[in-house]
């Protein structure tokens, strides 16, 4: 197999083993073996061994020494880090977005929040809702066309899905997350920079305060 037909298997591997992880069932800890994984994957070694350092580099796994490489842990004094950084990059993102946002984007972002909001009266599904909240940021960041800033971000929300916690299996916490996006793109859509960035800031110190709250 060449590098240019393994780099989609590649991809895909280390997609599949994000969701495992942030499912819980690599749990933190776990040993990333790349023959167990080959295994339990059924490909081979090579775009396991490709994506397991993918993993590493976005902080979600760590190597060390004579143990091979691992699913990385996050304590809430590592989480605030996380969050306190992506306050002031998802704040850039959206004050840029706001400057680019088409009417196609502004029409999908208040269709996100609607899907959202309708969402709310059904159960809590913490795969889906947690899903959908990352589709909204990514649409933001994406719009923001800042591949640096996007590319930081994709390796933040990898490290804060680390911490285990129930933030989406709250009511309160899915209709508070809810109404934040919606300020987000109210500003957006009126073209206020200034107020985007602010809304956006304060919707991730709000996540920290949430996700860390006993």
Known sequence: MTTTERAPLTESVHETLRELIF????????PLSVPALAS??????TPVREAVQQLIYEGIAVHTRNAGAKVESLDADSLRAVFEVREVLDGLAAFSATTRATHDVVSQ????????RELLNTAPDRRRD???????HNLIRETAANDPLR???HRLDGQSHLFRTDMWGSDLNRRLAVAEHARIVSAIETGDAVAARAAASAHVAG??????RC
């Open 23 to 30: 499912s819980g069932e690599l749990a933190p800890g776990t």
């Open 109 to 116: 972002l208040n269709k996100m929040v609607e899907e959202q």
């Open 151 to 153: 590319d930081a971000l």
């Open 207 to 212: 996540l920290l305060v949430r996700t860390t």
């Open 130 to 136: 947690s899903a959908l909240d990352l589709e909204f």
């Open 40 to 45: 339990k994957l059924n490909v081979s070694r």
